[in-house]
């Protein structure tokens, strides 16, 4: 089999989690900063399924031969290229995954499981679906390294109008250009669900609807029963609290 040369490929120790680099192999320093980006690497992580051949962890070679059965990231300085992260944030970011995924996949049932424990009070199964979905770039039913630090970079790093193409795009469910009242109330009911009936004051079972018709009269411009990219753009760009919520996350990571 073929191996990549060190230089080239982003999975050997040095060049994948800095490990071997003093300069950008620790973390970031300052505890709340730690505190946040283990939370998004806890969002990352992924089970070995029974089915996966055993990796011997301290094996680089045993990782690319048994490339049939783990996935490899691209190459650093691609990742670079195509996200807004740095090196030392990739090398981060990939550290946590690839601890917790050595398989490089990550399935939506294990993702579901994940997320499910950040909202412990609710059922998140459904909105964890959509994220899922958003997330899975290549609709192949995993998601890779590449495609998390991908949304990421839109969602945490990306110009207002990017972040806003990514939401649209998470509320089409069916990604047809316009988002239907029926999308919108899926979308809702999935938050409200996974908000769960322990919030203060108590949620009525009509908030998902009366969210959605709000969610309307704001953004279908035309009223035809329909919200389309450039009304939801127009909409969100002339609200003001949507406009500071987009920068809420400008320095997590």
């Given at each position: 089999m073929k191996v990549k040369?060190?230089?080239?490929?982003?999975?050997?120790?040095g060049e994948m989690d800095g490990s071997n680099d003093l300069?950008?192999?620790?973390?970031?320093?300052?505890?709340?900063?730690?505190?946040?980006?283990?939370?998004?690497?806890?969002?990352?992580?992924?089970?070995?399924?029974?089915?996966?051949?055993?990796?011997?962890?301290?094996?680089?070679?045993?990782?690319?031969?048994?490339?049939?059965?783990?996935?490899?990231?691209?190459g650093l300085?691609?990742?670079?290229?195509q996200t807004k992260f740095n090196r030392k944030e990739l090398q981060v970011l990939y550290r946590g995954f690839k601890n917790e995924c050595p398989t490089g996949l990550v399935n939506e049932d294990t993702f579901k499981l994940i997320y499910s424990h950040?909202?412990?009070q609710g059922d998140s199964s459904m909105y964890a679906h959509f994220l899922f979905e958003a997330f899975d770039r290549h609709?192949?039913?995993?998601?890779?390294?590449?495609?998390?630090?991908?949304?990421?970079?839109?969602?945490?790093?990306?110009?207002?109008?990017?972040?806003?193409c990514w939401a649209f795009s998470l509320y089409d469910l069916n990604k047809d250009g316009c988002i239907t009242k029926e999308e919108?109330?899926?979308?809702?009911?999935?938050i409200y669900d996974m908000m769960g009936k322990c919030t203060y004051p108590c949620m009525k079972d009509s908030a998902p609807n009366?969210?959605?018709?709000?969610?309307?009269?704001?953004?279908?411009?035309?009223?035809?029963?329909?919200?389309?990219?450039?009304?939801?753009?127009?909409?969100?760009?002339?609200?003001?609290?949507?406009?500071e919520s987009m920068h809420l996350f400008d320095h997590v990571i």
């Open positions: 040369s060190r230089d080239e490929s982003f999975n050997t120790s300069l950008t192999g620790n973390p970031p320093s300052g505890q709340r900063r730690k505190n946040i980006k283990q939370r998004f690497l806890k969002l990352l992580s992924c089970c070995q399924t029974e089915s996966t051949p055993a990796i011997r962890k301290n094996s680089i070679e045993d990782d690319f031969e048994l490339s049939t059965v783990c996935y490899r990231p691209e300085e691609k990742l670079i290229e950040f909202f412990p609709k192949n039913g995993a998601v890779s390294f590449e495609d998390i630090v991908t949304g990421l970079s839109i969602i945490l790093r990306g110009t207002v109008t990017d972040r806003l919108m109330n899926d979308i809702m009911k999935s009366e969210h959605v018709e709000s969610f309307f009269r704001k953004m279908d411009r035309n009223n035809d029963g329909v919200v389309t990219m450039e009304e939801f753009l127009e909409s969100c760009q002339k609200d003001e609290a949507i406009m």
